[in-house]
């Protein structure tokens, strides 16, 4: 029988409670490296990392070391993720994939095909870079690329989703990481039609679950400009009014354009972490009006997967299944999960000295008649917490930005952002609301219940603008939804007069705080990995 305080622990996958870390730890992640091997991306460079002239490399290597640093990195940090990579604007022959049924456009070759990552795919990748090192010209030689012509886009996207679709989970978060430097494949005669098969595939793709993630690569010799096919292509992800992005073709909020190769890998590194959101919610503005949003956990730390248990079966180890079963101790069998019931645990009462003697009952517990404790089933319990709501974010009214305190954010706000697959017009709708409270300086009250399993909360929406850099935007537009605290969840200090820093004390630690400066003034955390599990890393390399 299970304890009271494990009441609110019921064993649903899909609608647990909004944990992030075991989030990240179950869902797994699928990227697909699609490579052009063109003419210009197989064209000989001088290494920046070493003197003129030592060591030569190409666009297409450095696309490969990028492949090569995130596969070693989720070996430690994603080890249940997958990895491929898809090279096209080559001659080699394609490869089929291993299921029936199977097939790659011409031009294209699966260099790895979706597989889950470890040291066989890690080493034969590392042997290729090592020999394209000595040898300036083995990828050139390793993967002929097409010189007459171009592959359509179209026929990349569409290889794309049959590699994905026979090599990865149905579960998993798929994404396309597409690397190339040519701003206009299509430039010759039936552009427009190939432009309009490419946006149709990108559909389907798109549609199946898989993002795409541009990385334009731009020199000196050449920029990258995406209003020549990629910004008629690829779908923007901005909430904007349509006809504000019909005025302005070349917004493309999430791509990068790199106006240096080295700076790949550091952006890969920032993409590498997928963006999944942690609830898909209604959202009721009023009664009979209701859009569609996602909610997305800002600050989270990544850390080590769960450790697994393996089976030695001679010849090789294979994973050891976990499962987990409910047993009768009296009948001594297996017992279905659903005909479980919970209660609160009877608190026991002070041993009797007839107890102590060994003539009580001897088990020190209060004896409850039968019919007395009250028993509920899991749906009882579900509903004691949810109060009997369905997941929805209820708009309750408007307050003044002002009137938010700084002691009412007591856990970490989720960002809100519209989903226009579920509802149509959310973004439209969702942008108005936005802008209303920007230009009234107010502040939204709703009723939130993020997912089925959990807990209601009375939170504030907090508005926040895009703000665009030179770059292109940083933050992206949205509310911050913020837990609001109960009344129990404030308490005075026992302090009253804090302890304050002497005027001397100040001006020493303004010293060297001074000396200290963050790149383009901010702190993007995507960008710096966590420590703890580079040191983890090291030591599992030290230790082999």
Known sequence: MPPYDDWNRLDDDEDDELQDTSFFETKKDVILFCIDCSESM??????????????????????????????????????????????????????????????????????????????????????????ARENPDELREAFPPLTDKRVPMGDVFTSCNWVLRDGAPKTASKRVFLITDEDDPHSGAGSQQLITSARNTLIDLTQAGVTVEPFFISTDEKAFDVSKFYSSVLLPNSFADDDESEDDPTVLPESISITRIDELLSQMRF?????????????????????????????????????????????????????????????????????????????????????????????????????????????????????????????LGFKDRDQLAFEDNIKHSYFVYPDEMTFSGSKRTFSALLKSLVKKNKIGLVLALMRRNATPYFCALLPQEEKLDEAGWTDPAGFHLIPLPYADDIRAAPIEEACRASDSLKDSARAWIDKLSVKNGSYPPDSYPNPGLSSSSSELRASS
């Open 271 to 395: 993409r590498e972490v997928p963006k999944r959101a942690l609830f898909s919610t209604p959202f009721e503005l009023a009664p009979g009006l209701v859009i569609g949003t996602k909610g997305y956990g800002l600050v989270t730390e990544q850390k080590k997967g769960t450790y697994k248990y393996f089976v030695d079966l001679g010849d090789r180890m294979e994973v050891a299944e976990v499962r987990t079963t409910y047993v009768d101790m009296d009948q001594e069998t297996e017992i279905e999960k659903s005909r479980m019931v919970f209660g609160m645990g009877v608190g026991a009462t002070a041993a009797t000295d007839a107890d102590e003697e060994g003539t009580g009952t001897g088990a020190g517990a209060r004896v409850v008649r039968a019919g007395q404790r009250p028993f509920y089933t899991a749906d009882d319990i579900r509903s004691f917490r949810t109060l009997g709501l369905e997941p929805t974010i209820k708009l």
């Open 42 to 131: 197989l064209e000989l460079r001088d290494d920046p990392n070493y003197e003129e002239g030592e060591v030569k490399t190409c666009h297409v290597l450095s696309a490969l070391e990028a492949a090569m640093q995130i596969q070693k990195k989720k070996v430690i940090v994603g080890p249940n993720d997958s990895v491929g990579i898809l090279l096209f604007n080559t001659t080699k022959k394609a490869d089929v994939l291993r299921t029936e049924g199977s097939e790659i456009k011409r031009y294209m070759h699966a260099y790895q095909h979706i597989e889950q990552v470890g040291a066989p795919k890690i080493q034969e990748l590392i042997q290729l870079i090592e020999a």
